[in-house]
């Protein structure tokens, strides 16, 4: 008889080490009838061959706190199960060969610390003195952190399986889950088929696909889009080298590698820039591996030997090469699915899983328990990904780059060079003709910058002013002083259409929808935290029609989001970003070039702010938007796809006589941080609440039903414990990017959320939150404040009130 159940409150697809962690921590938090399924063995498809890295440092607070918890979990597991993890705390080195990569360590140890990461720079001496084998030759710089370790990825799953087991949880190898059962949008049970070709059923209303390299497949089975791909990844092995002690794990990215001593033996790792994507997946793969390639890895390894001269004696005993998914953005995939309720996902870890799975198994299971996750994970959010990234070509490309970047410089405002230009504005090969230089979010090409006649149309990156800094400024300068234009065509667009969608938005906004046609309310939705799950303009198109802007990113999770909270109402919800461009006509002259080229009055008095019309424009119709996100008068423009070009010419022409200028989205960041606009994503988020984001003047006093209103009332009656504040640095030479620590009288309290640089205010501005439990403003601003930017710390001036046009008199004027 078989033994796998018939029923089951979740089923885990995947026995690798993400699947072993999942059921683990689903099981500790007191699930019953939890099924994990494997369809070999545990361990058998990527998990057992991984080197075993175990860092705690990631790009992003919380990623951090995630690996970290992995860490320590990997460091106690053996006590509860019995079953040696290998883990132990051998330290790390990253040693940077460029003067650019030692800008880059330098930033990432600022930001370590401010993450409560053990980490310290070394110099040549202190480097050999933890690695006496290594050639210092061209260090530039060198970190230590002391706490990162490694282990034996195999046991690690198989200590997690363990605990789930003794958890009460059935984890069973030998079966494959085939298909996904669903009714009403709905996941109603699995099918599957055990290796004696017999054939079942479990009913379930949860799955969780935990299924590798697989899982964009197996998601694909249920309509879940999972965009990974699989590449080949590569490790040799040496013989036994005579003497060999323990030693830290070593990064040298400057070539690609990294090294990691194990019982005696030397392994070497490559992330090389080009990587080989592989597939398709045999059927049979079992504790595979891909063959051999030496001509890909031999430039690796000839670097290797000058840095790790002992590597050239040796011999090598293992020549290494297994698949490992990679995602478009170098990011796994946690979450809920958003195109069928009860599927999740923890997949697609990108060369980390090992370090990255204790802490996804616990985020995902504490998010399935509680029905959010337990702080932000934006950075993996499965409802980040856009439907078209499941395309296998497009995949292919991005893998293909994705693996090297790993180890690339992680400049910013790096771009991907692969799978470009699928989403395109109709706007597009106008901004091209006019000298337009590209970026990509979300798929869609966005003009970032605007180059000069002669300029190189090309990003030259740096960790100082890079080569578009001046670019920016001019623009900056145009929609402050005369007037600029800009494509946000890739702005999300949601429709929310019925005889209930005034209650609804009501129920699912913060800010009052019971507005007349034709008025925007700037607003947030809320969690049940007040945490901010979206930051939206929302638009009264007609009695019972609205319309929602959202940030490109966001668009999936926000539609995911209205679906999810739906109740009774009776609403259509639907995607209509495709179907209008959107043009902004920003800064003092908007006014009177919109007039030139249009017969309406746009006057204060007859356009006043907040309010959107029907208006003419040459020959064309558009919906004119008065909102600013750069703090200027203007409008945004929204034209029926077919007729934007055509508005976007009438404009272009017009223009000349007003002073316009072209714009690209570094300039909309500069301007907006200048005004201290939050940025969804980097300074609010599900975790942040809204009154301590300083949001509290969008959330209406006059209702009490909407999400999260609960805990908005809550925090006005206990006070904030937290401020978002504005900061000026005072060395106008100085960068501010992101998660720079910030220093409150001599004590890092914590790190910028953004920054960019203010071109009017003269200096870099970064936002971020500043603990403050019980204090007036007064007191907050009566500290001094520096912010560490790569190690030395930069006076800063501190505002709670924007330092640009504090009263908003330009964007009302
Ligand atoms: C050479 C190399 C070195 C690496 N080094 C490191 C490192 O140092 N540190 C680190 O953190 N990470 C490292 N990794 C990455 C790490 O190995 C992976 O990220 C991790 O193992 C992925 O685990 P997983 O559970 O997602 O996938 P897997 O281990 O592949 O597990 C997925 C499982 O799902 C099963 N499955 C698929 N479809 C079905 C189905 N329909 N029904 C039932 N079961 C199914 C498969 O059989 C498989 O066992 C390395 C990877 C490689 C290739």
Redesign the pocket.
């Known amino acids: 008889m078989s033994k796998v159940p018939s029923h089951a409150r979740v089923v885990i697809?995947?026995?690798?080490?993400?699947?072993?962690s999942v059921a683990y921590h689903l099981t500790k938090m007191g699930w019953t009838d939890v099924v994990l399924?494997?369809?070999?063995r545990?361990?058998?498809?990527?998990?057992?061959?991984?080197?075993?890295?175990?860092a705690q440092l990631r790009a992003t607070k919380n990623m951090t706190r995630l690996s970290k918890y992995s860490q320590e979990l990997y460091g106690t597991l053996e006590a509860e199960t019995g079953v040696s993890t290998g883990f132990r705390r051998c330290g790390s080195i990253t040693m940077a060969l460029t003067e650019h990569r030692a800008e880059e360590i330098r930033r990432q140890a600022s930001m370590a610390r401010s993450f409560g990461v053990d980490v310290e720079e070394i110099d040549a001496a202190e480097v050999l003195r933890h690695y006496p084998h290594v050639n210092t030759d061209g260090m530039t710089a060198a970190v230590w952190l002391p706490l990162d370790g490694q282990g034996d990825?195999a046991n690690i799953?198989l200590s997690m399986a363990k605990g789930a087991r003794m958890g009460g949880a059935t984890v069973l190898e030998g079966?494959?889950?085939?298909g996904i059962e669903q009714a009403d949008g709905k996941l109603t049970a699995v099918n599957?088929q055990e290796e004696d070709g017999s054939e079942g059923r479990i009913a379930t209303d949860i799955v969780v696909n935990?299924?590798?390299?697989?899982?964009r497949d197996?998601g694909q089975m249920a309509g879940v889009n999972v965009p990974l791909q699989a590449c080949e990844?590569?490790?040799i092995v040496t013989e036994n080298i005579d003497g060999l002690k323990q030693l830290p794990v070593l990064r040298v990215p400057d070539e690609c590698a990294y090294y990691?001593e194990d019982a005696g033996k030397m392994l070497l790792?490559a992330f090389e820039p080009k990587a080989k994507p592989w597939g398709p997946i045999p059927e049979d793969?079992?504790f595979d591996q891909l063959p051999e390639d030496f001509d890909h890895f031999e430039p690796i390894l000839e670097a290797a030997c000058e840095r790790l001269p002992m590597l050239a004696e040796a011999g090598i005993h293992t020549f290494?090469?297994?698949?490992?998914?990679f995602t478009p953005d170098d990011a796994y995939h946690l979450g809920p699915a958003p195109e069928l309720e009860g599927y999740w996902v923890?997949?697609?870890?990108?060369?980390?899983?090992?370090?990255?799975?204790g802490g996804a198994g616990w985020a995902l299971a504490e998010w399935m328990e509680n029905g959010i996750p337990p702080f932000d994970i934006g950075d993996v959010d499965i409802r980040r990904m856009q439907p078209f990234q499941k395309n296998r070509r497009y995949l292919k490309e991005r893998a293909s780059e994705t693996l090297g970047l790993l180890y690339a410089d992680h400049y910013p405002n790096r771009q991907k060079a692969t799978a470009r230009g699928v989403r395109r504005s109709p706007l597009h090969e106008h901004l091209k003709a006019n000298g337009a230089v590209f970026g990509e979010l979300a798929g869609w090409e966005r003009a970032n910058w605007f180059a000069n006649e002669g300029q190189e149309r090309e990003y030259k990156y740096d960790w100082k002013g890079q080569n578009w800094f001046a670019n920016q400024a001019q623009e900056h300068d145009a929609v402050r002083n005369a007037v600029g234009m800009y494509d946000m065509s890739s702005f999300g667009k949601i429709r929310i259409d019925g005889p209930d969608a005034e209650a609804f938005l009501n129920r699912m906004a913060g800010g009052n929808m019971s507005v007349p046609v034709g008025k925007i309310v700037y607003t947030q939705f809320l969690n049940a935290r007040a945490g901010i799950e979206a930051d939206v303009t929302i638009t009264r198109l007609a009695q019972d029609s609205y319309f929602i802007v959202t940030p490109a990113a966001t668009l999936i999770r926000d539609m995911a989001w209205l679906k999810m909270n739906r109740r009774d109402e009776v609403v259509v919800i639907s995607d209509a970003t495709a179907s209008e461009a959107v043009i902004c006509v920003m800064g003092p002259n908007s006014r009177a070039l919109m007039q030139s080229v249009s017969p309406h009055d746009w006057s204060n008095e007859a356009f006043p702010f907040g309010v959107a019309q029907i208006v003419e424009i040459g020959l064309g119709i558009a919906r004119a938007h008065r909102v600013t996100y750069v703090g200027e008068l203007g409008w945004e423009l929204y034209v029926s796809a077919d007729q934007a070009a055509h508005v976007f010419e009438t404009l272009h022409e017009a223009g000349a006589d007003h002073g316009l200028r072209l714009c690209g989205l570094h300039m909309m960041d500069s301007a907006r941080i200048e005004k201290a606009f939050r940025h969804f994503g980097h300074d609010i988020t599900g975790e942040d609440h809204v009154l301590e984001a300083g949001l509290g003047f969008a959330v209406s006093k006059q209702k009490n039903d909407f999400i999260g209103a609960d805990a908005v009332a809550r925090k006005r009656d206990e006070g904030l414990q937290m401020r978002m504040v504005q900061f000026k640095l005072t060395d106008p030479e100085a960068m501010l990017f992101h998660a720079e620590p910030i220093v409150r009288n001599g004590e890092v309290v914590s790190y910028i959320t953004s920054g960019n640089y203010g071109h009017t205010l003269g200096g870099a501005i970064g936002l971020g939150y500043v603990p403050c439990p019980g204090e007036k403003p007064d007191e907050v601003l009566a500290s001094s404040y520096e912010i560490e930017v790569a190690g030395t710390r930069v006076a800063a001036e501190a505002s709670l009130r924007p330092m640009y046009d504090p009263k908003s008199e330009r964007a009302r004027a």
Do not use: D
């Not at 545990?42 to 175990?54: D, E, K, Q, R």
């Not at 935990?210 to 899982?215: N, S």
């Open positions: 697809v995947g026995g690798g080490v993400a699947g072993c399924l494997e369809r070999k545990l361990t058998s498809g990527t998990t057992w061959h991984a080197a075993g890295l175990i990825p799953a079966v494959k889950v085939t599957f935990c299924a590798g390299m697989w899982a197996f990844h590569f490790y990691k790792g793969f079992e290494f090469n297994g698949p490992e998914s923890c997949a697609g870890f990108n060369s980390i899983g090992i370090q990255s799975a």
